[in-house]
Structure formats: structure tokens, C-alpha cells
């Protein structure tokens, strides 16, 4: 089946500890995204990429990082530098990065403990 | 700059009824808009997309409309289900070159039985 994989599902971090989010996807899609989603706001963006090899960041990039060395692959790291990282974290795909149709992983909930 | 937001913030509905979920948007300038549904703790799926140049579009109970020049969107779901419990979020996809997804903070549904 064709689709997003996120892992790990849940994930908890030290104070002062960097982290990566994994996000893989067998779609053939070119453009791959990162949001953030906390109660009571929208999902925000953190990094995207429009095709392998280029990212860009969104409204809320900093304390991550992102690499697009594979089009099937964006992982995000999430450094120290980022103050409040407990979260739940989404990965997108879409085929290109003119808008169409986006699909989601099942996200993960990262903890900071 | 582009502002989605979604009425009713929460909603609750016996089954069987037929319901209308409300999204508005401030620049009527978009490329597409995007209707999805989260359960909690899970990712987000996709029910339906309607460019601009479209009127609604259908899935099964569901269909969107799409008034752009109003700045207007309605998701109208029959005969509701206990299965259709979810958080419902629009999304709208800006015109021009800057194609970012912005988000509504969702109408959550309970559908009882």
C-alpha cells in the first residue's frame, strides 16, 4: 500500500537532547512537509521541500533541522535549541508543490521529560 | 494575509442527522481548498479538494462547497454516523507562488447514538 510512515509513534527527549522524527514515503511525491500541531492552535509549518535536495523553512523553523537527501525520506531533527518541542508531529506529502492533494503520516507525539 | 476559520469550534449531533460544517477565509485569492478529518491521537486523511474554478465537490455523504468570491466553504455531511466522530479541519491553498496549506483550527463532531 502506498502511503506515509511516521516513526517513532511516540517519542520522549531529555532536556538538552537532540531527536529526529522519521518520515518516509512510497507515493513518488516530490514535495514533503513538517507541521506542528498543539491544542487549541492550526497547524503550523516547519520545514518543507519541494523536490530532493532543497528545503525551505516555514513559519516555525526555528530549533529543527530537516534533510532531503532521498525523495522517499525528510527527517526532522529537533535540536536544544528548541524551547518548548513537546508536541504532535506531522509529516505531508503532496505530488508536487503547485497544492494538490496532501497526504499525512499518523504522526508522532514527542515528549520532553 | 490569508485567515481560515471554522464554525462551530465543537458541535453534537445525534445520529442520523444531517450537518453542515462552516469554513471561511479572508482572501478569496486561493488555488484550491482542502477538507480533512483527524481522529484523535492520529494523523490527518483527505476527504475532498475543490479547485477554484469548481462549485463542490462529492464523496459518498459528503460533499463541499466552495463560494469563493464570499470567501465561504461548507462541508455538509448525511445521515450522520457515530463512525463521523472526528475532528474536521479546512485548509486553503493560496494562489500565486507561495502554495502553503493554511489551516482552521476544525470543528469537532460527535455524532451520538
Known amino acids: 500500500d502506498g502511503g506515509i510512515t511516521q516513526s517513532p509513534k511516540y517519542l520522549f527527549r531529555k532536556e538538552g537532547q537532540n531527536v529526529t522524527l522519521s518520515c518516509e514515503q512510497n507515493?513518488?511525491?516530490?514535495?514533503m512537509y513538517w507541521y506542528r500541531q498543539d491544542p487549541g492552535q492550526g497547524l503550523r509549518l516547519i520545514y518543507y521541500?519541494?523536490?530532493?535536495?532543497?528545503?525551505q523553512k516555514g513559519d516555525i523553523a526555528e530549533g529543527y533541522s530537516v534533510s532531503r537527501e532521498k525523495k522517499e525520506s525528510f527527517p526532522l531533527t529537533v535540536t536544544s535549541a528548541q524551547k518548548n518541542p513537546t508536541a504532535f508531529y506531522l509529516c505531508?506529502?503532496?505530488?508536487?508543490?503547485?497544492?494538490?492533494?496532501?497526504?499525512f503520516g499518523q504522526g508522532t507525539r514527542l515528549t520532553v521529560v | 494575509k490569508q485567515e481560515v476559520t471554522q464554525i462551530p469550534a465543537a458541535l453534537s449531533v445525534p445520529e442520523g442527522e444531517n450537518l453542515v460544517l462552516n469554513c471561511s477565509f479572508t482572501?478569496?485569492?486561493?488555488?484550491?481548498l482542502q477538507w480533512f478529518r483527524q481522529d484523535p491521537g492520529k494523523g490527518l486523511t483527505s476527504l475532498l479538494l475543490?479547485?477554484?474554478s469548481q462549485r463542490e465537490q462529492t464523496s459518498g455523504r459528503l460533499n463541499a462547497s466552495l463560494d469563493k468570491s464570499s470567501g465561504r466553504s461548507t462541508l455538509y455531511i448525511a445521515a450522520s454516523q457515530p463512525g463521523d466522530s472526528a475532528t474536521y479541519l479546512c485548509?486553503?491553498?493560496?494562489?500565486?507562488?507561495?502554495?502553503?496549506?493554511?489551516w482552521g483550527l476544525g470543528t469537532s463532531l460527535a455524532v451520538n447514538p
Open positions: 475543490i479547485q477554484s
Open positions: 482572501d478569496s485569492a486561493i488555488y484550491n
Open positions: 521541500s519541494q523536490i530532493v535536495n532543497d528545503f
Open positions: 485548509a486553503v491553498n493560496n494562489a500565486g507562488n507561495n502554495r502553503k496549506l493554511i
Open positions: 507515493l513518488n511525491h516530490d514535495a
Open positions: 505531508a506529502s503532496s505530488i508536487d508543490w503547485t497544492g494538490g492533494k496532501a497526504f
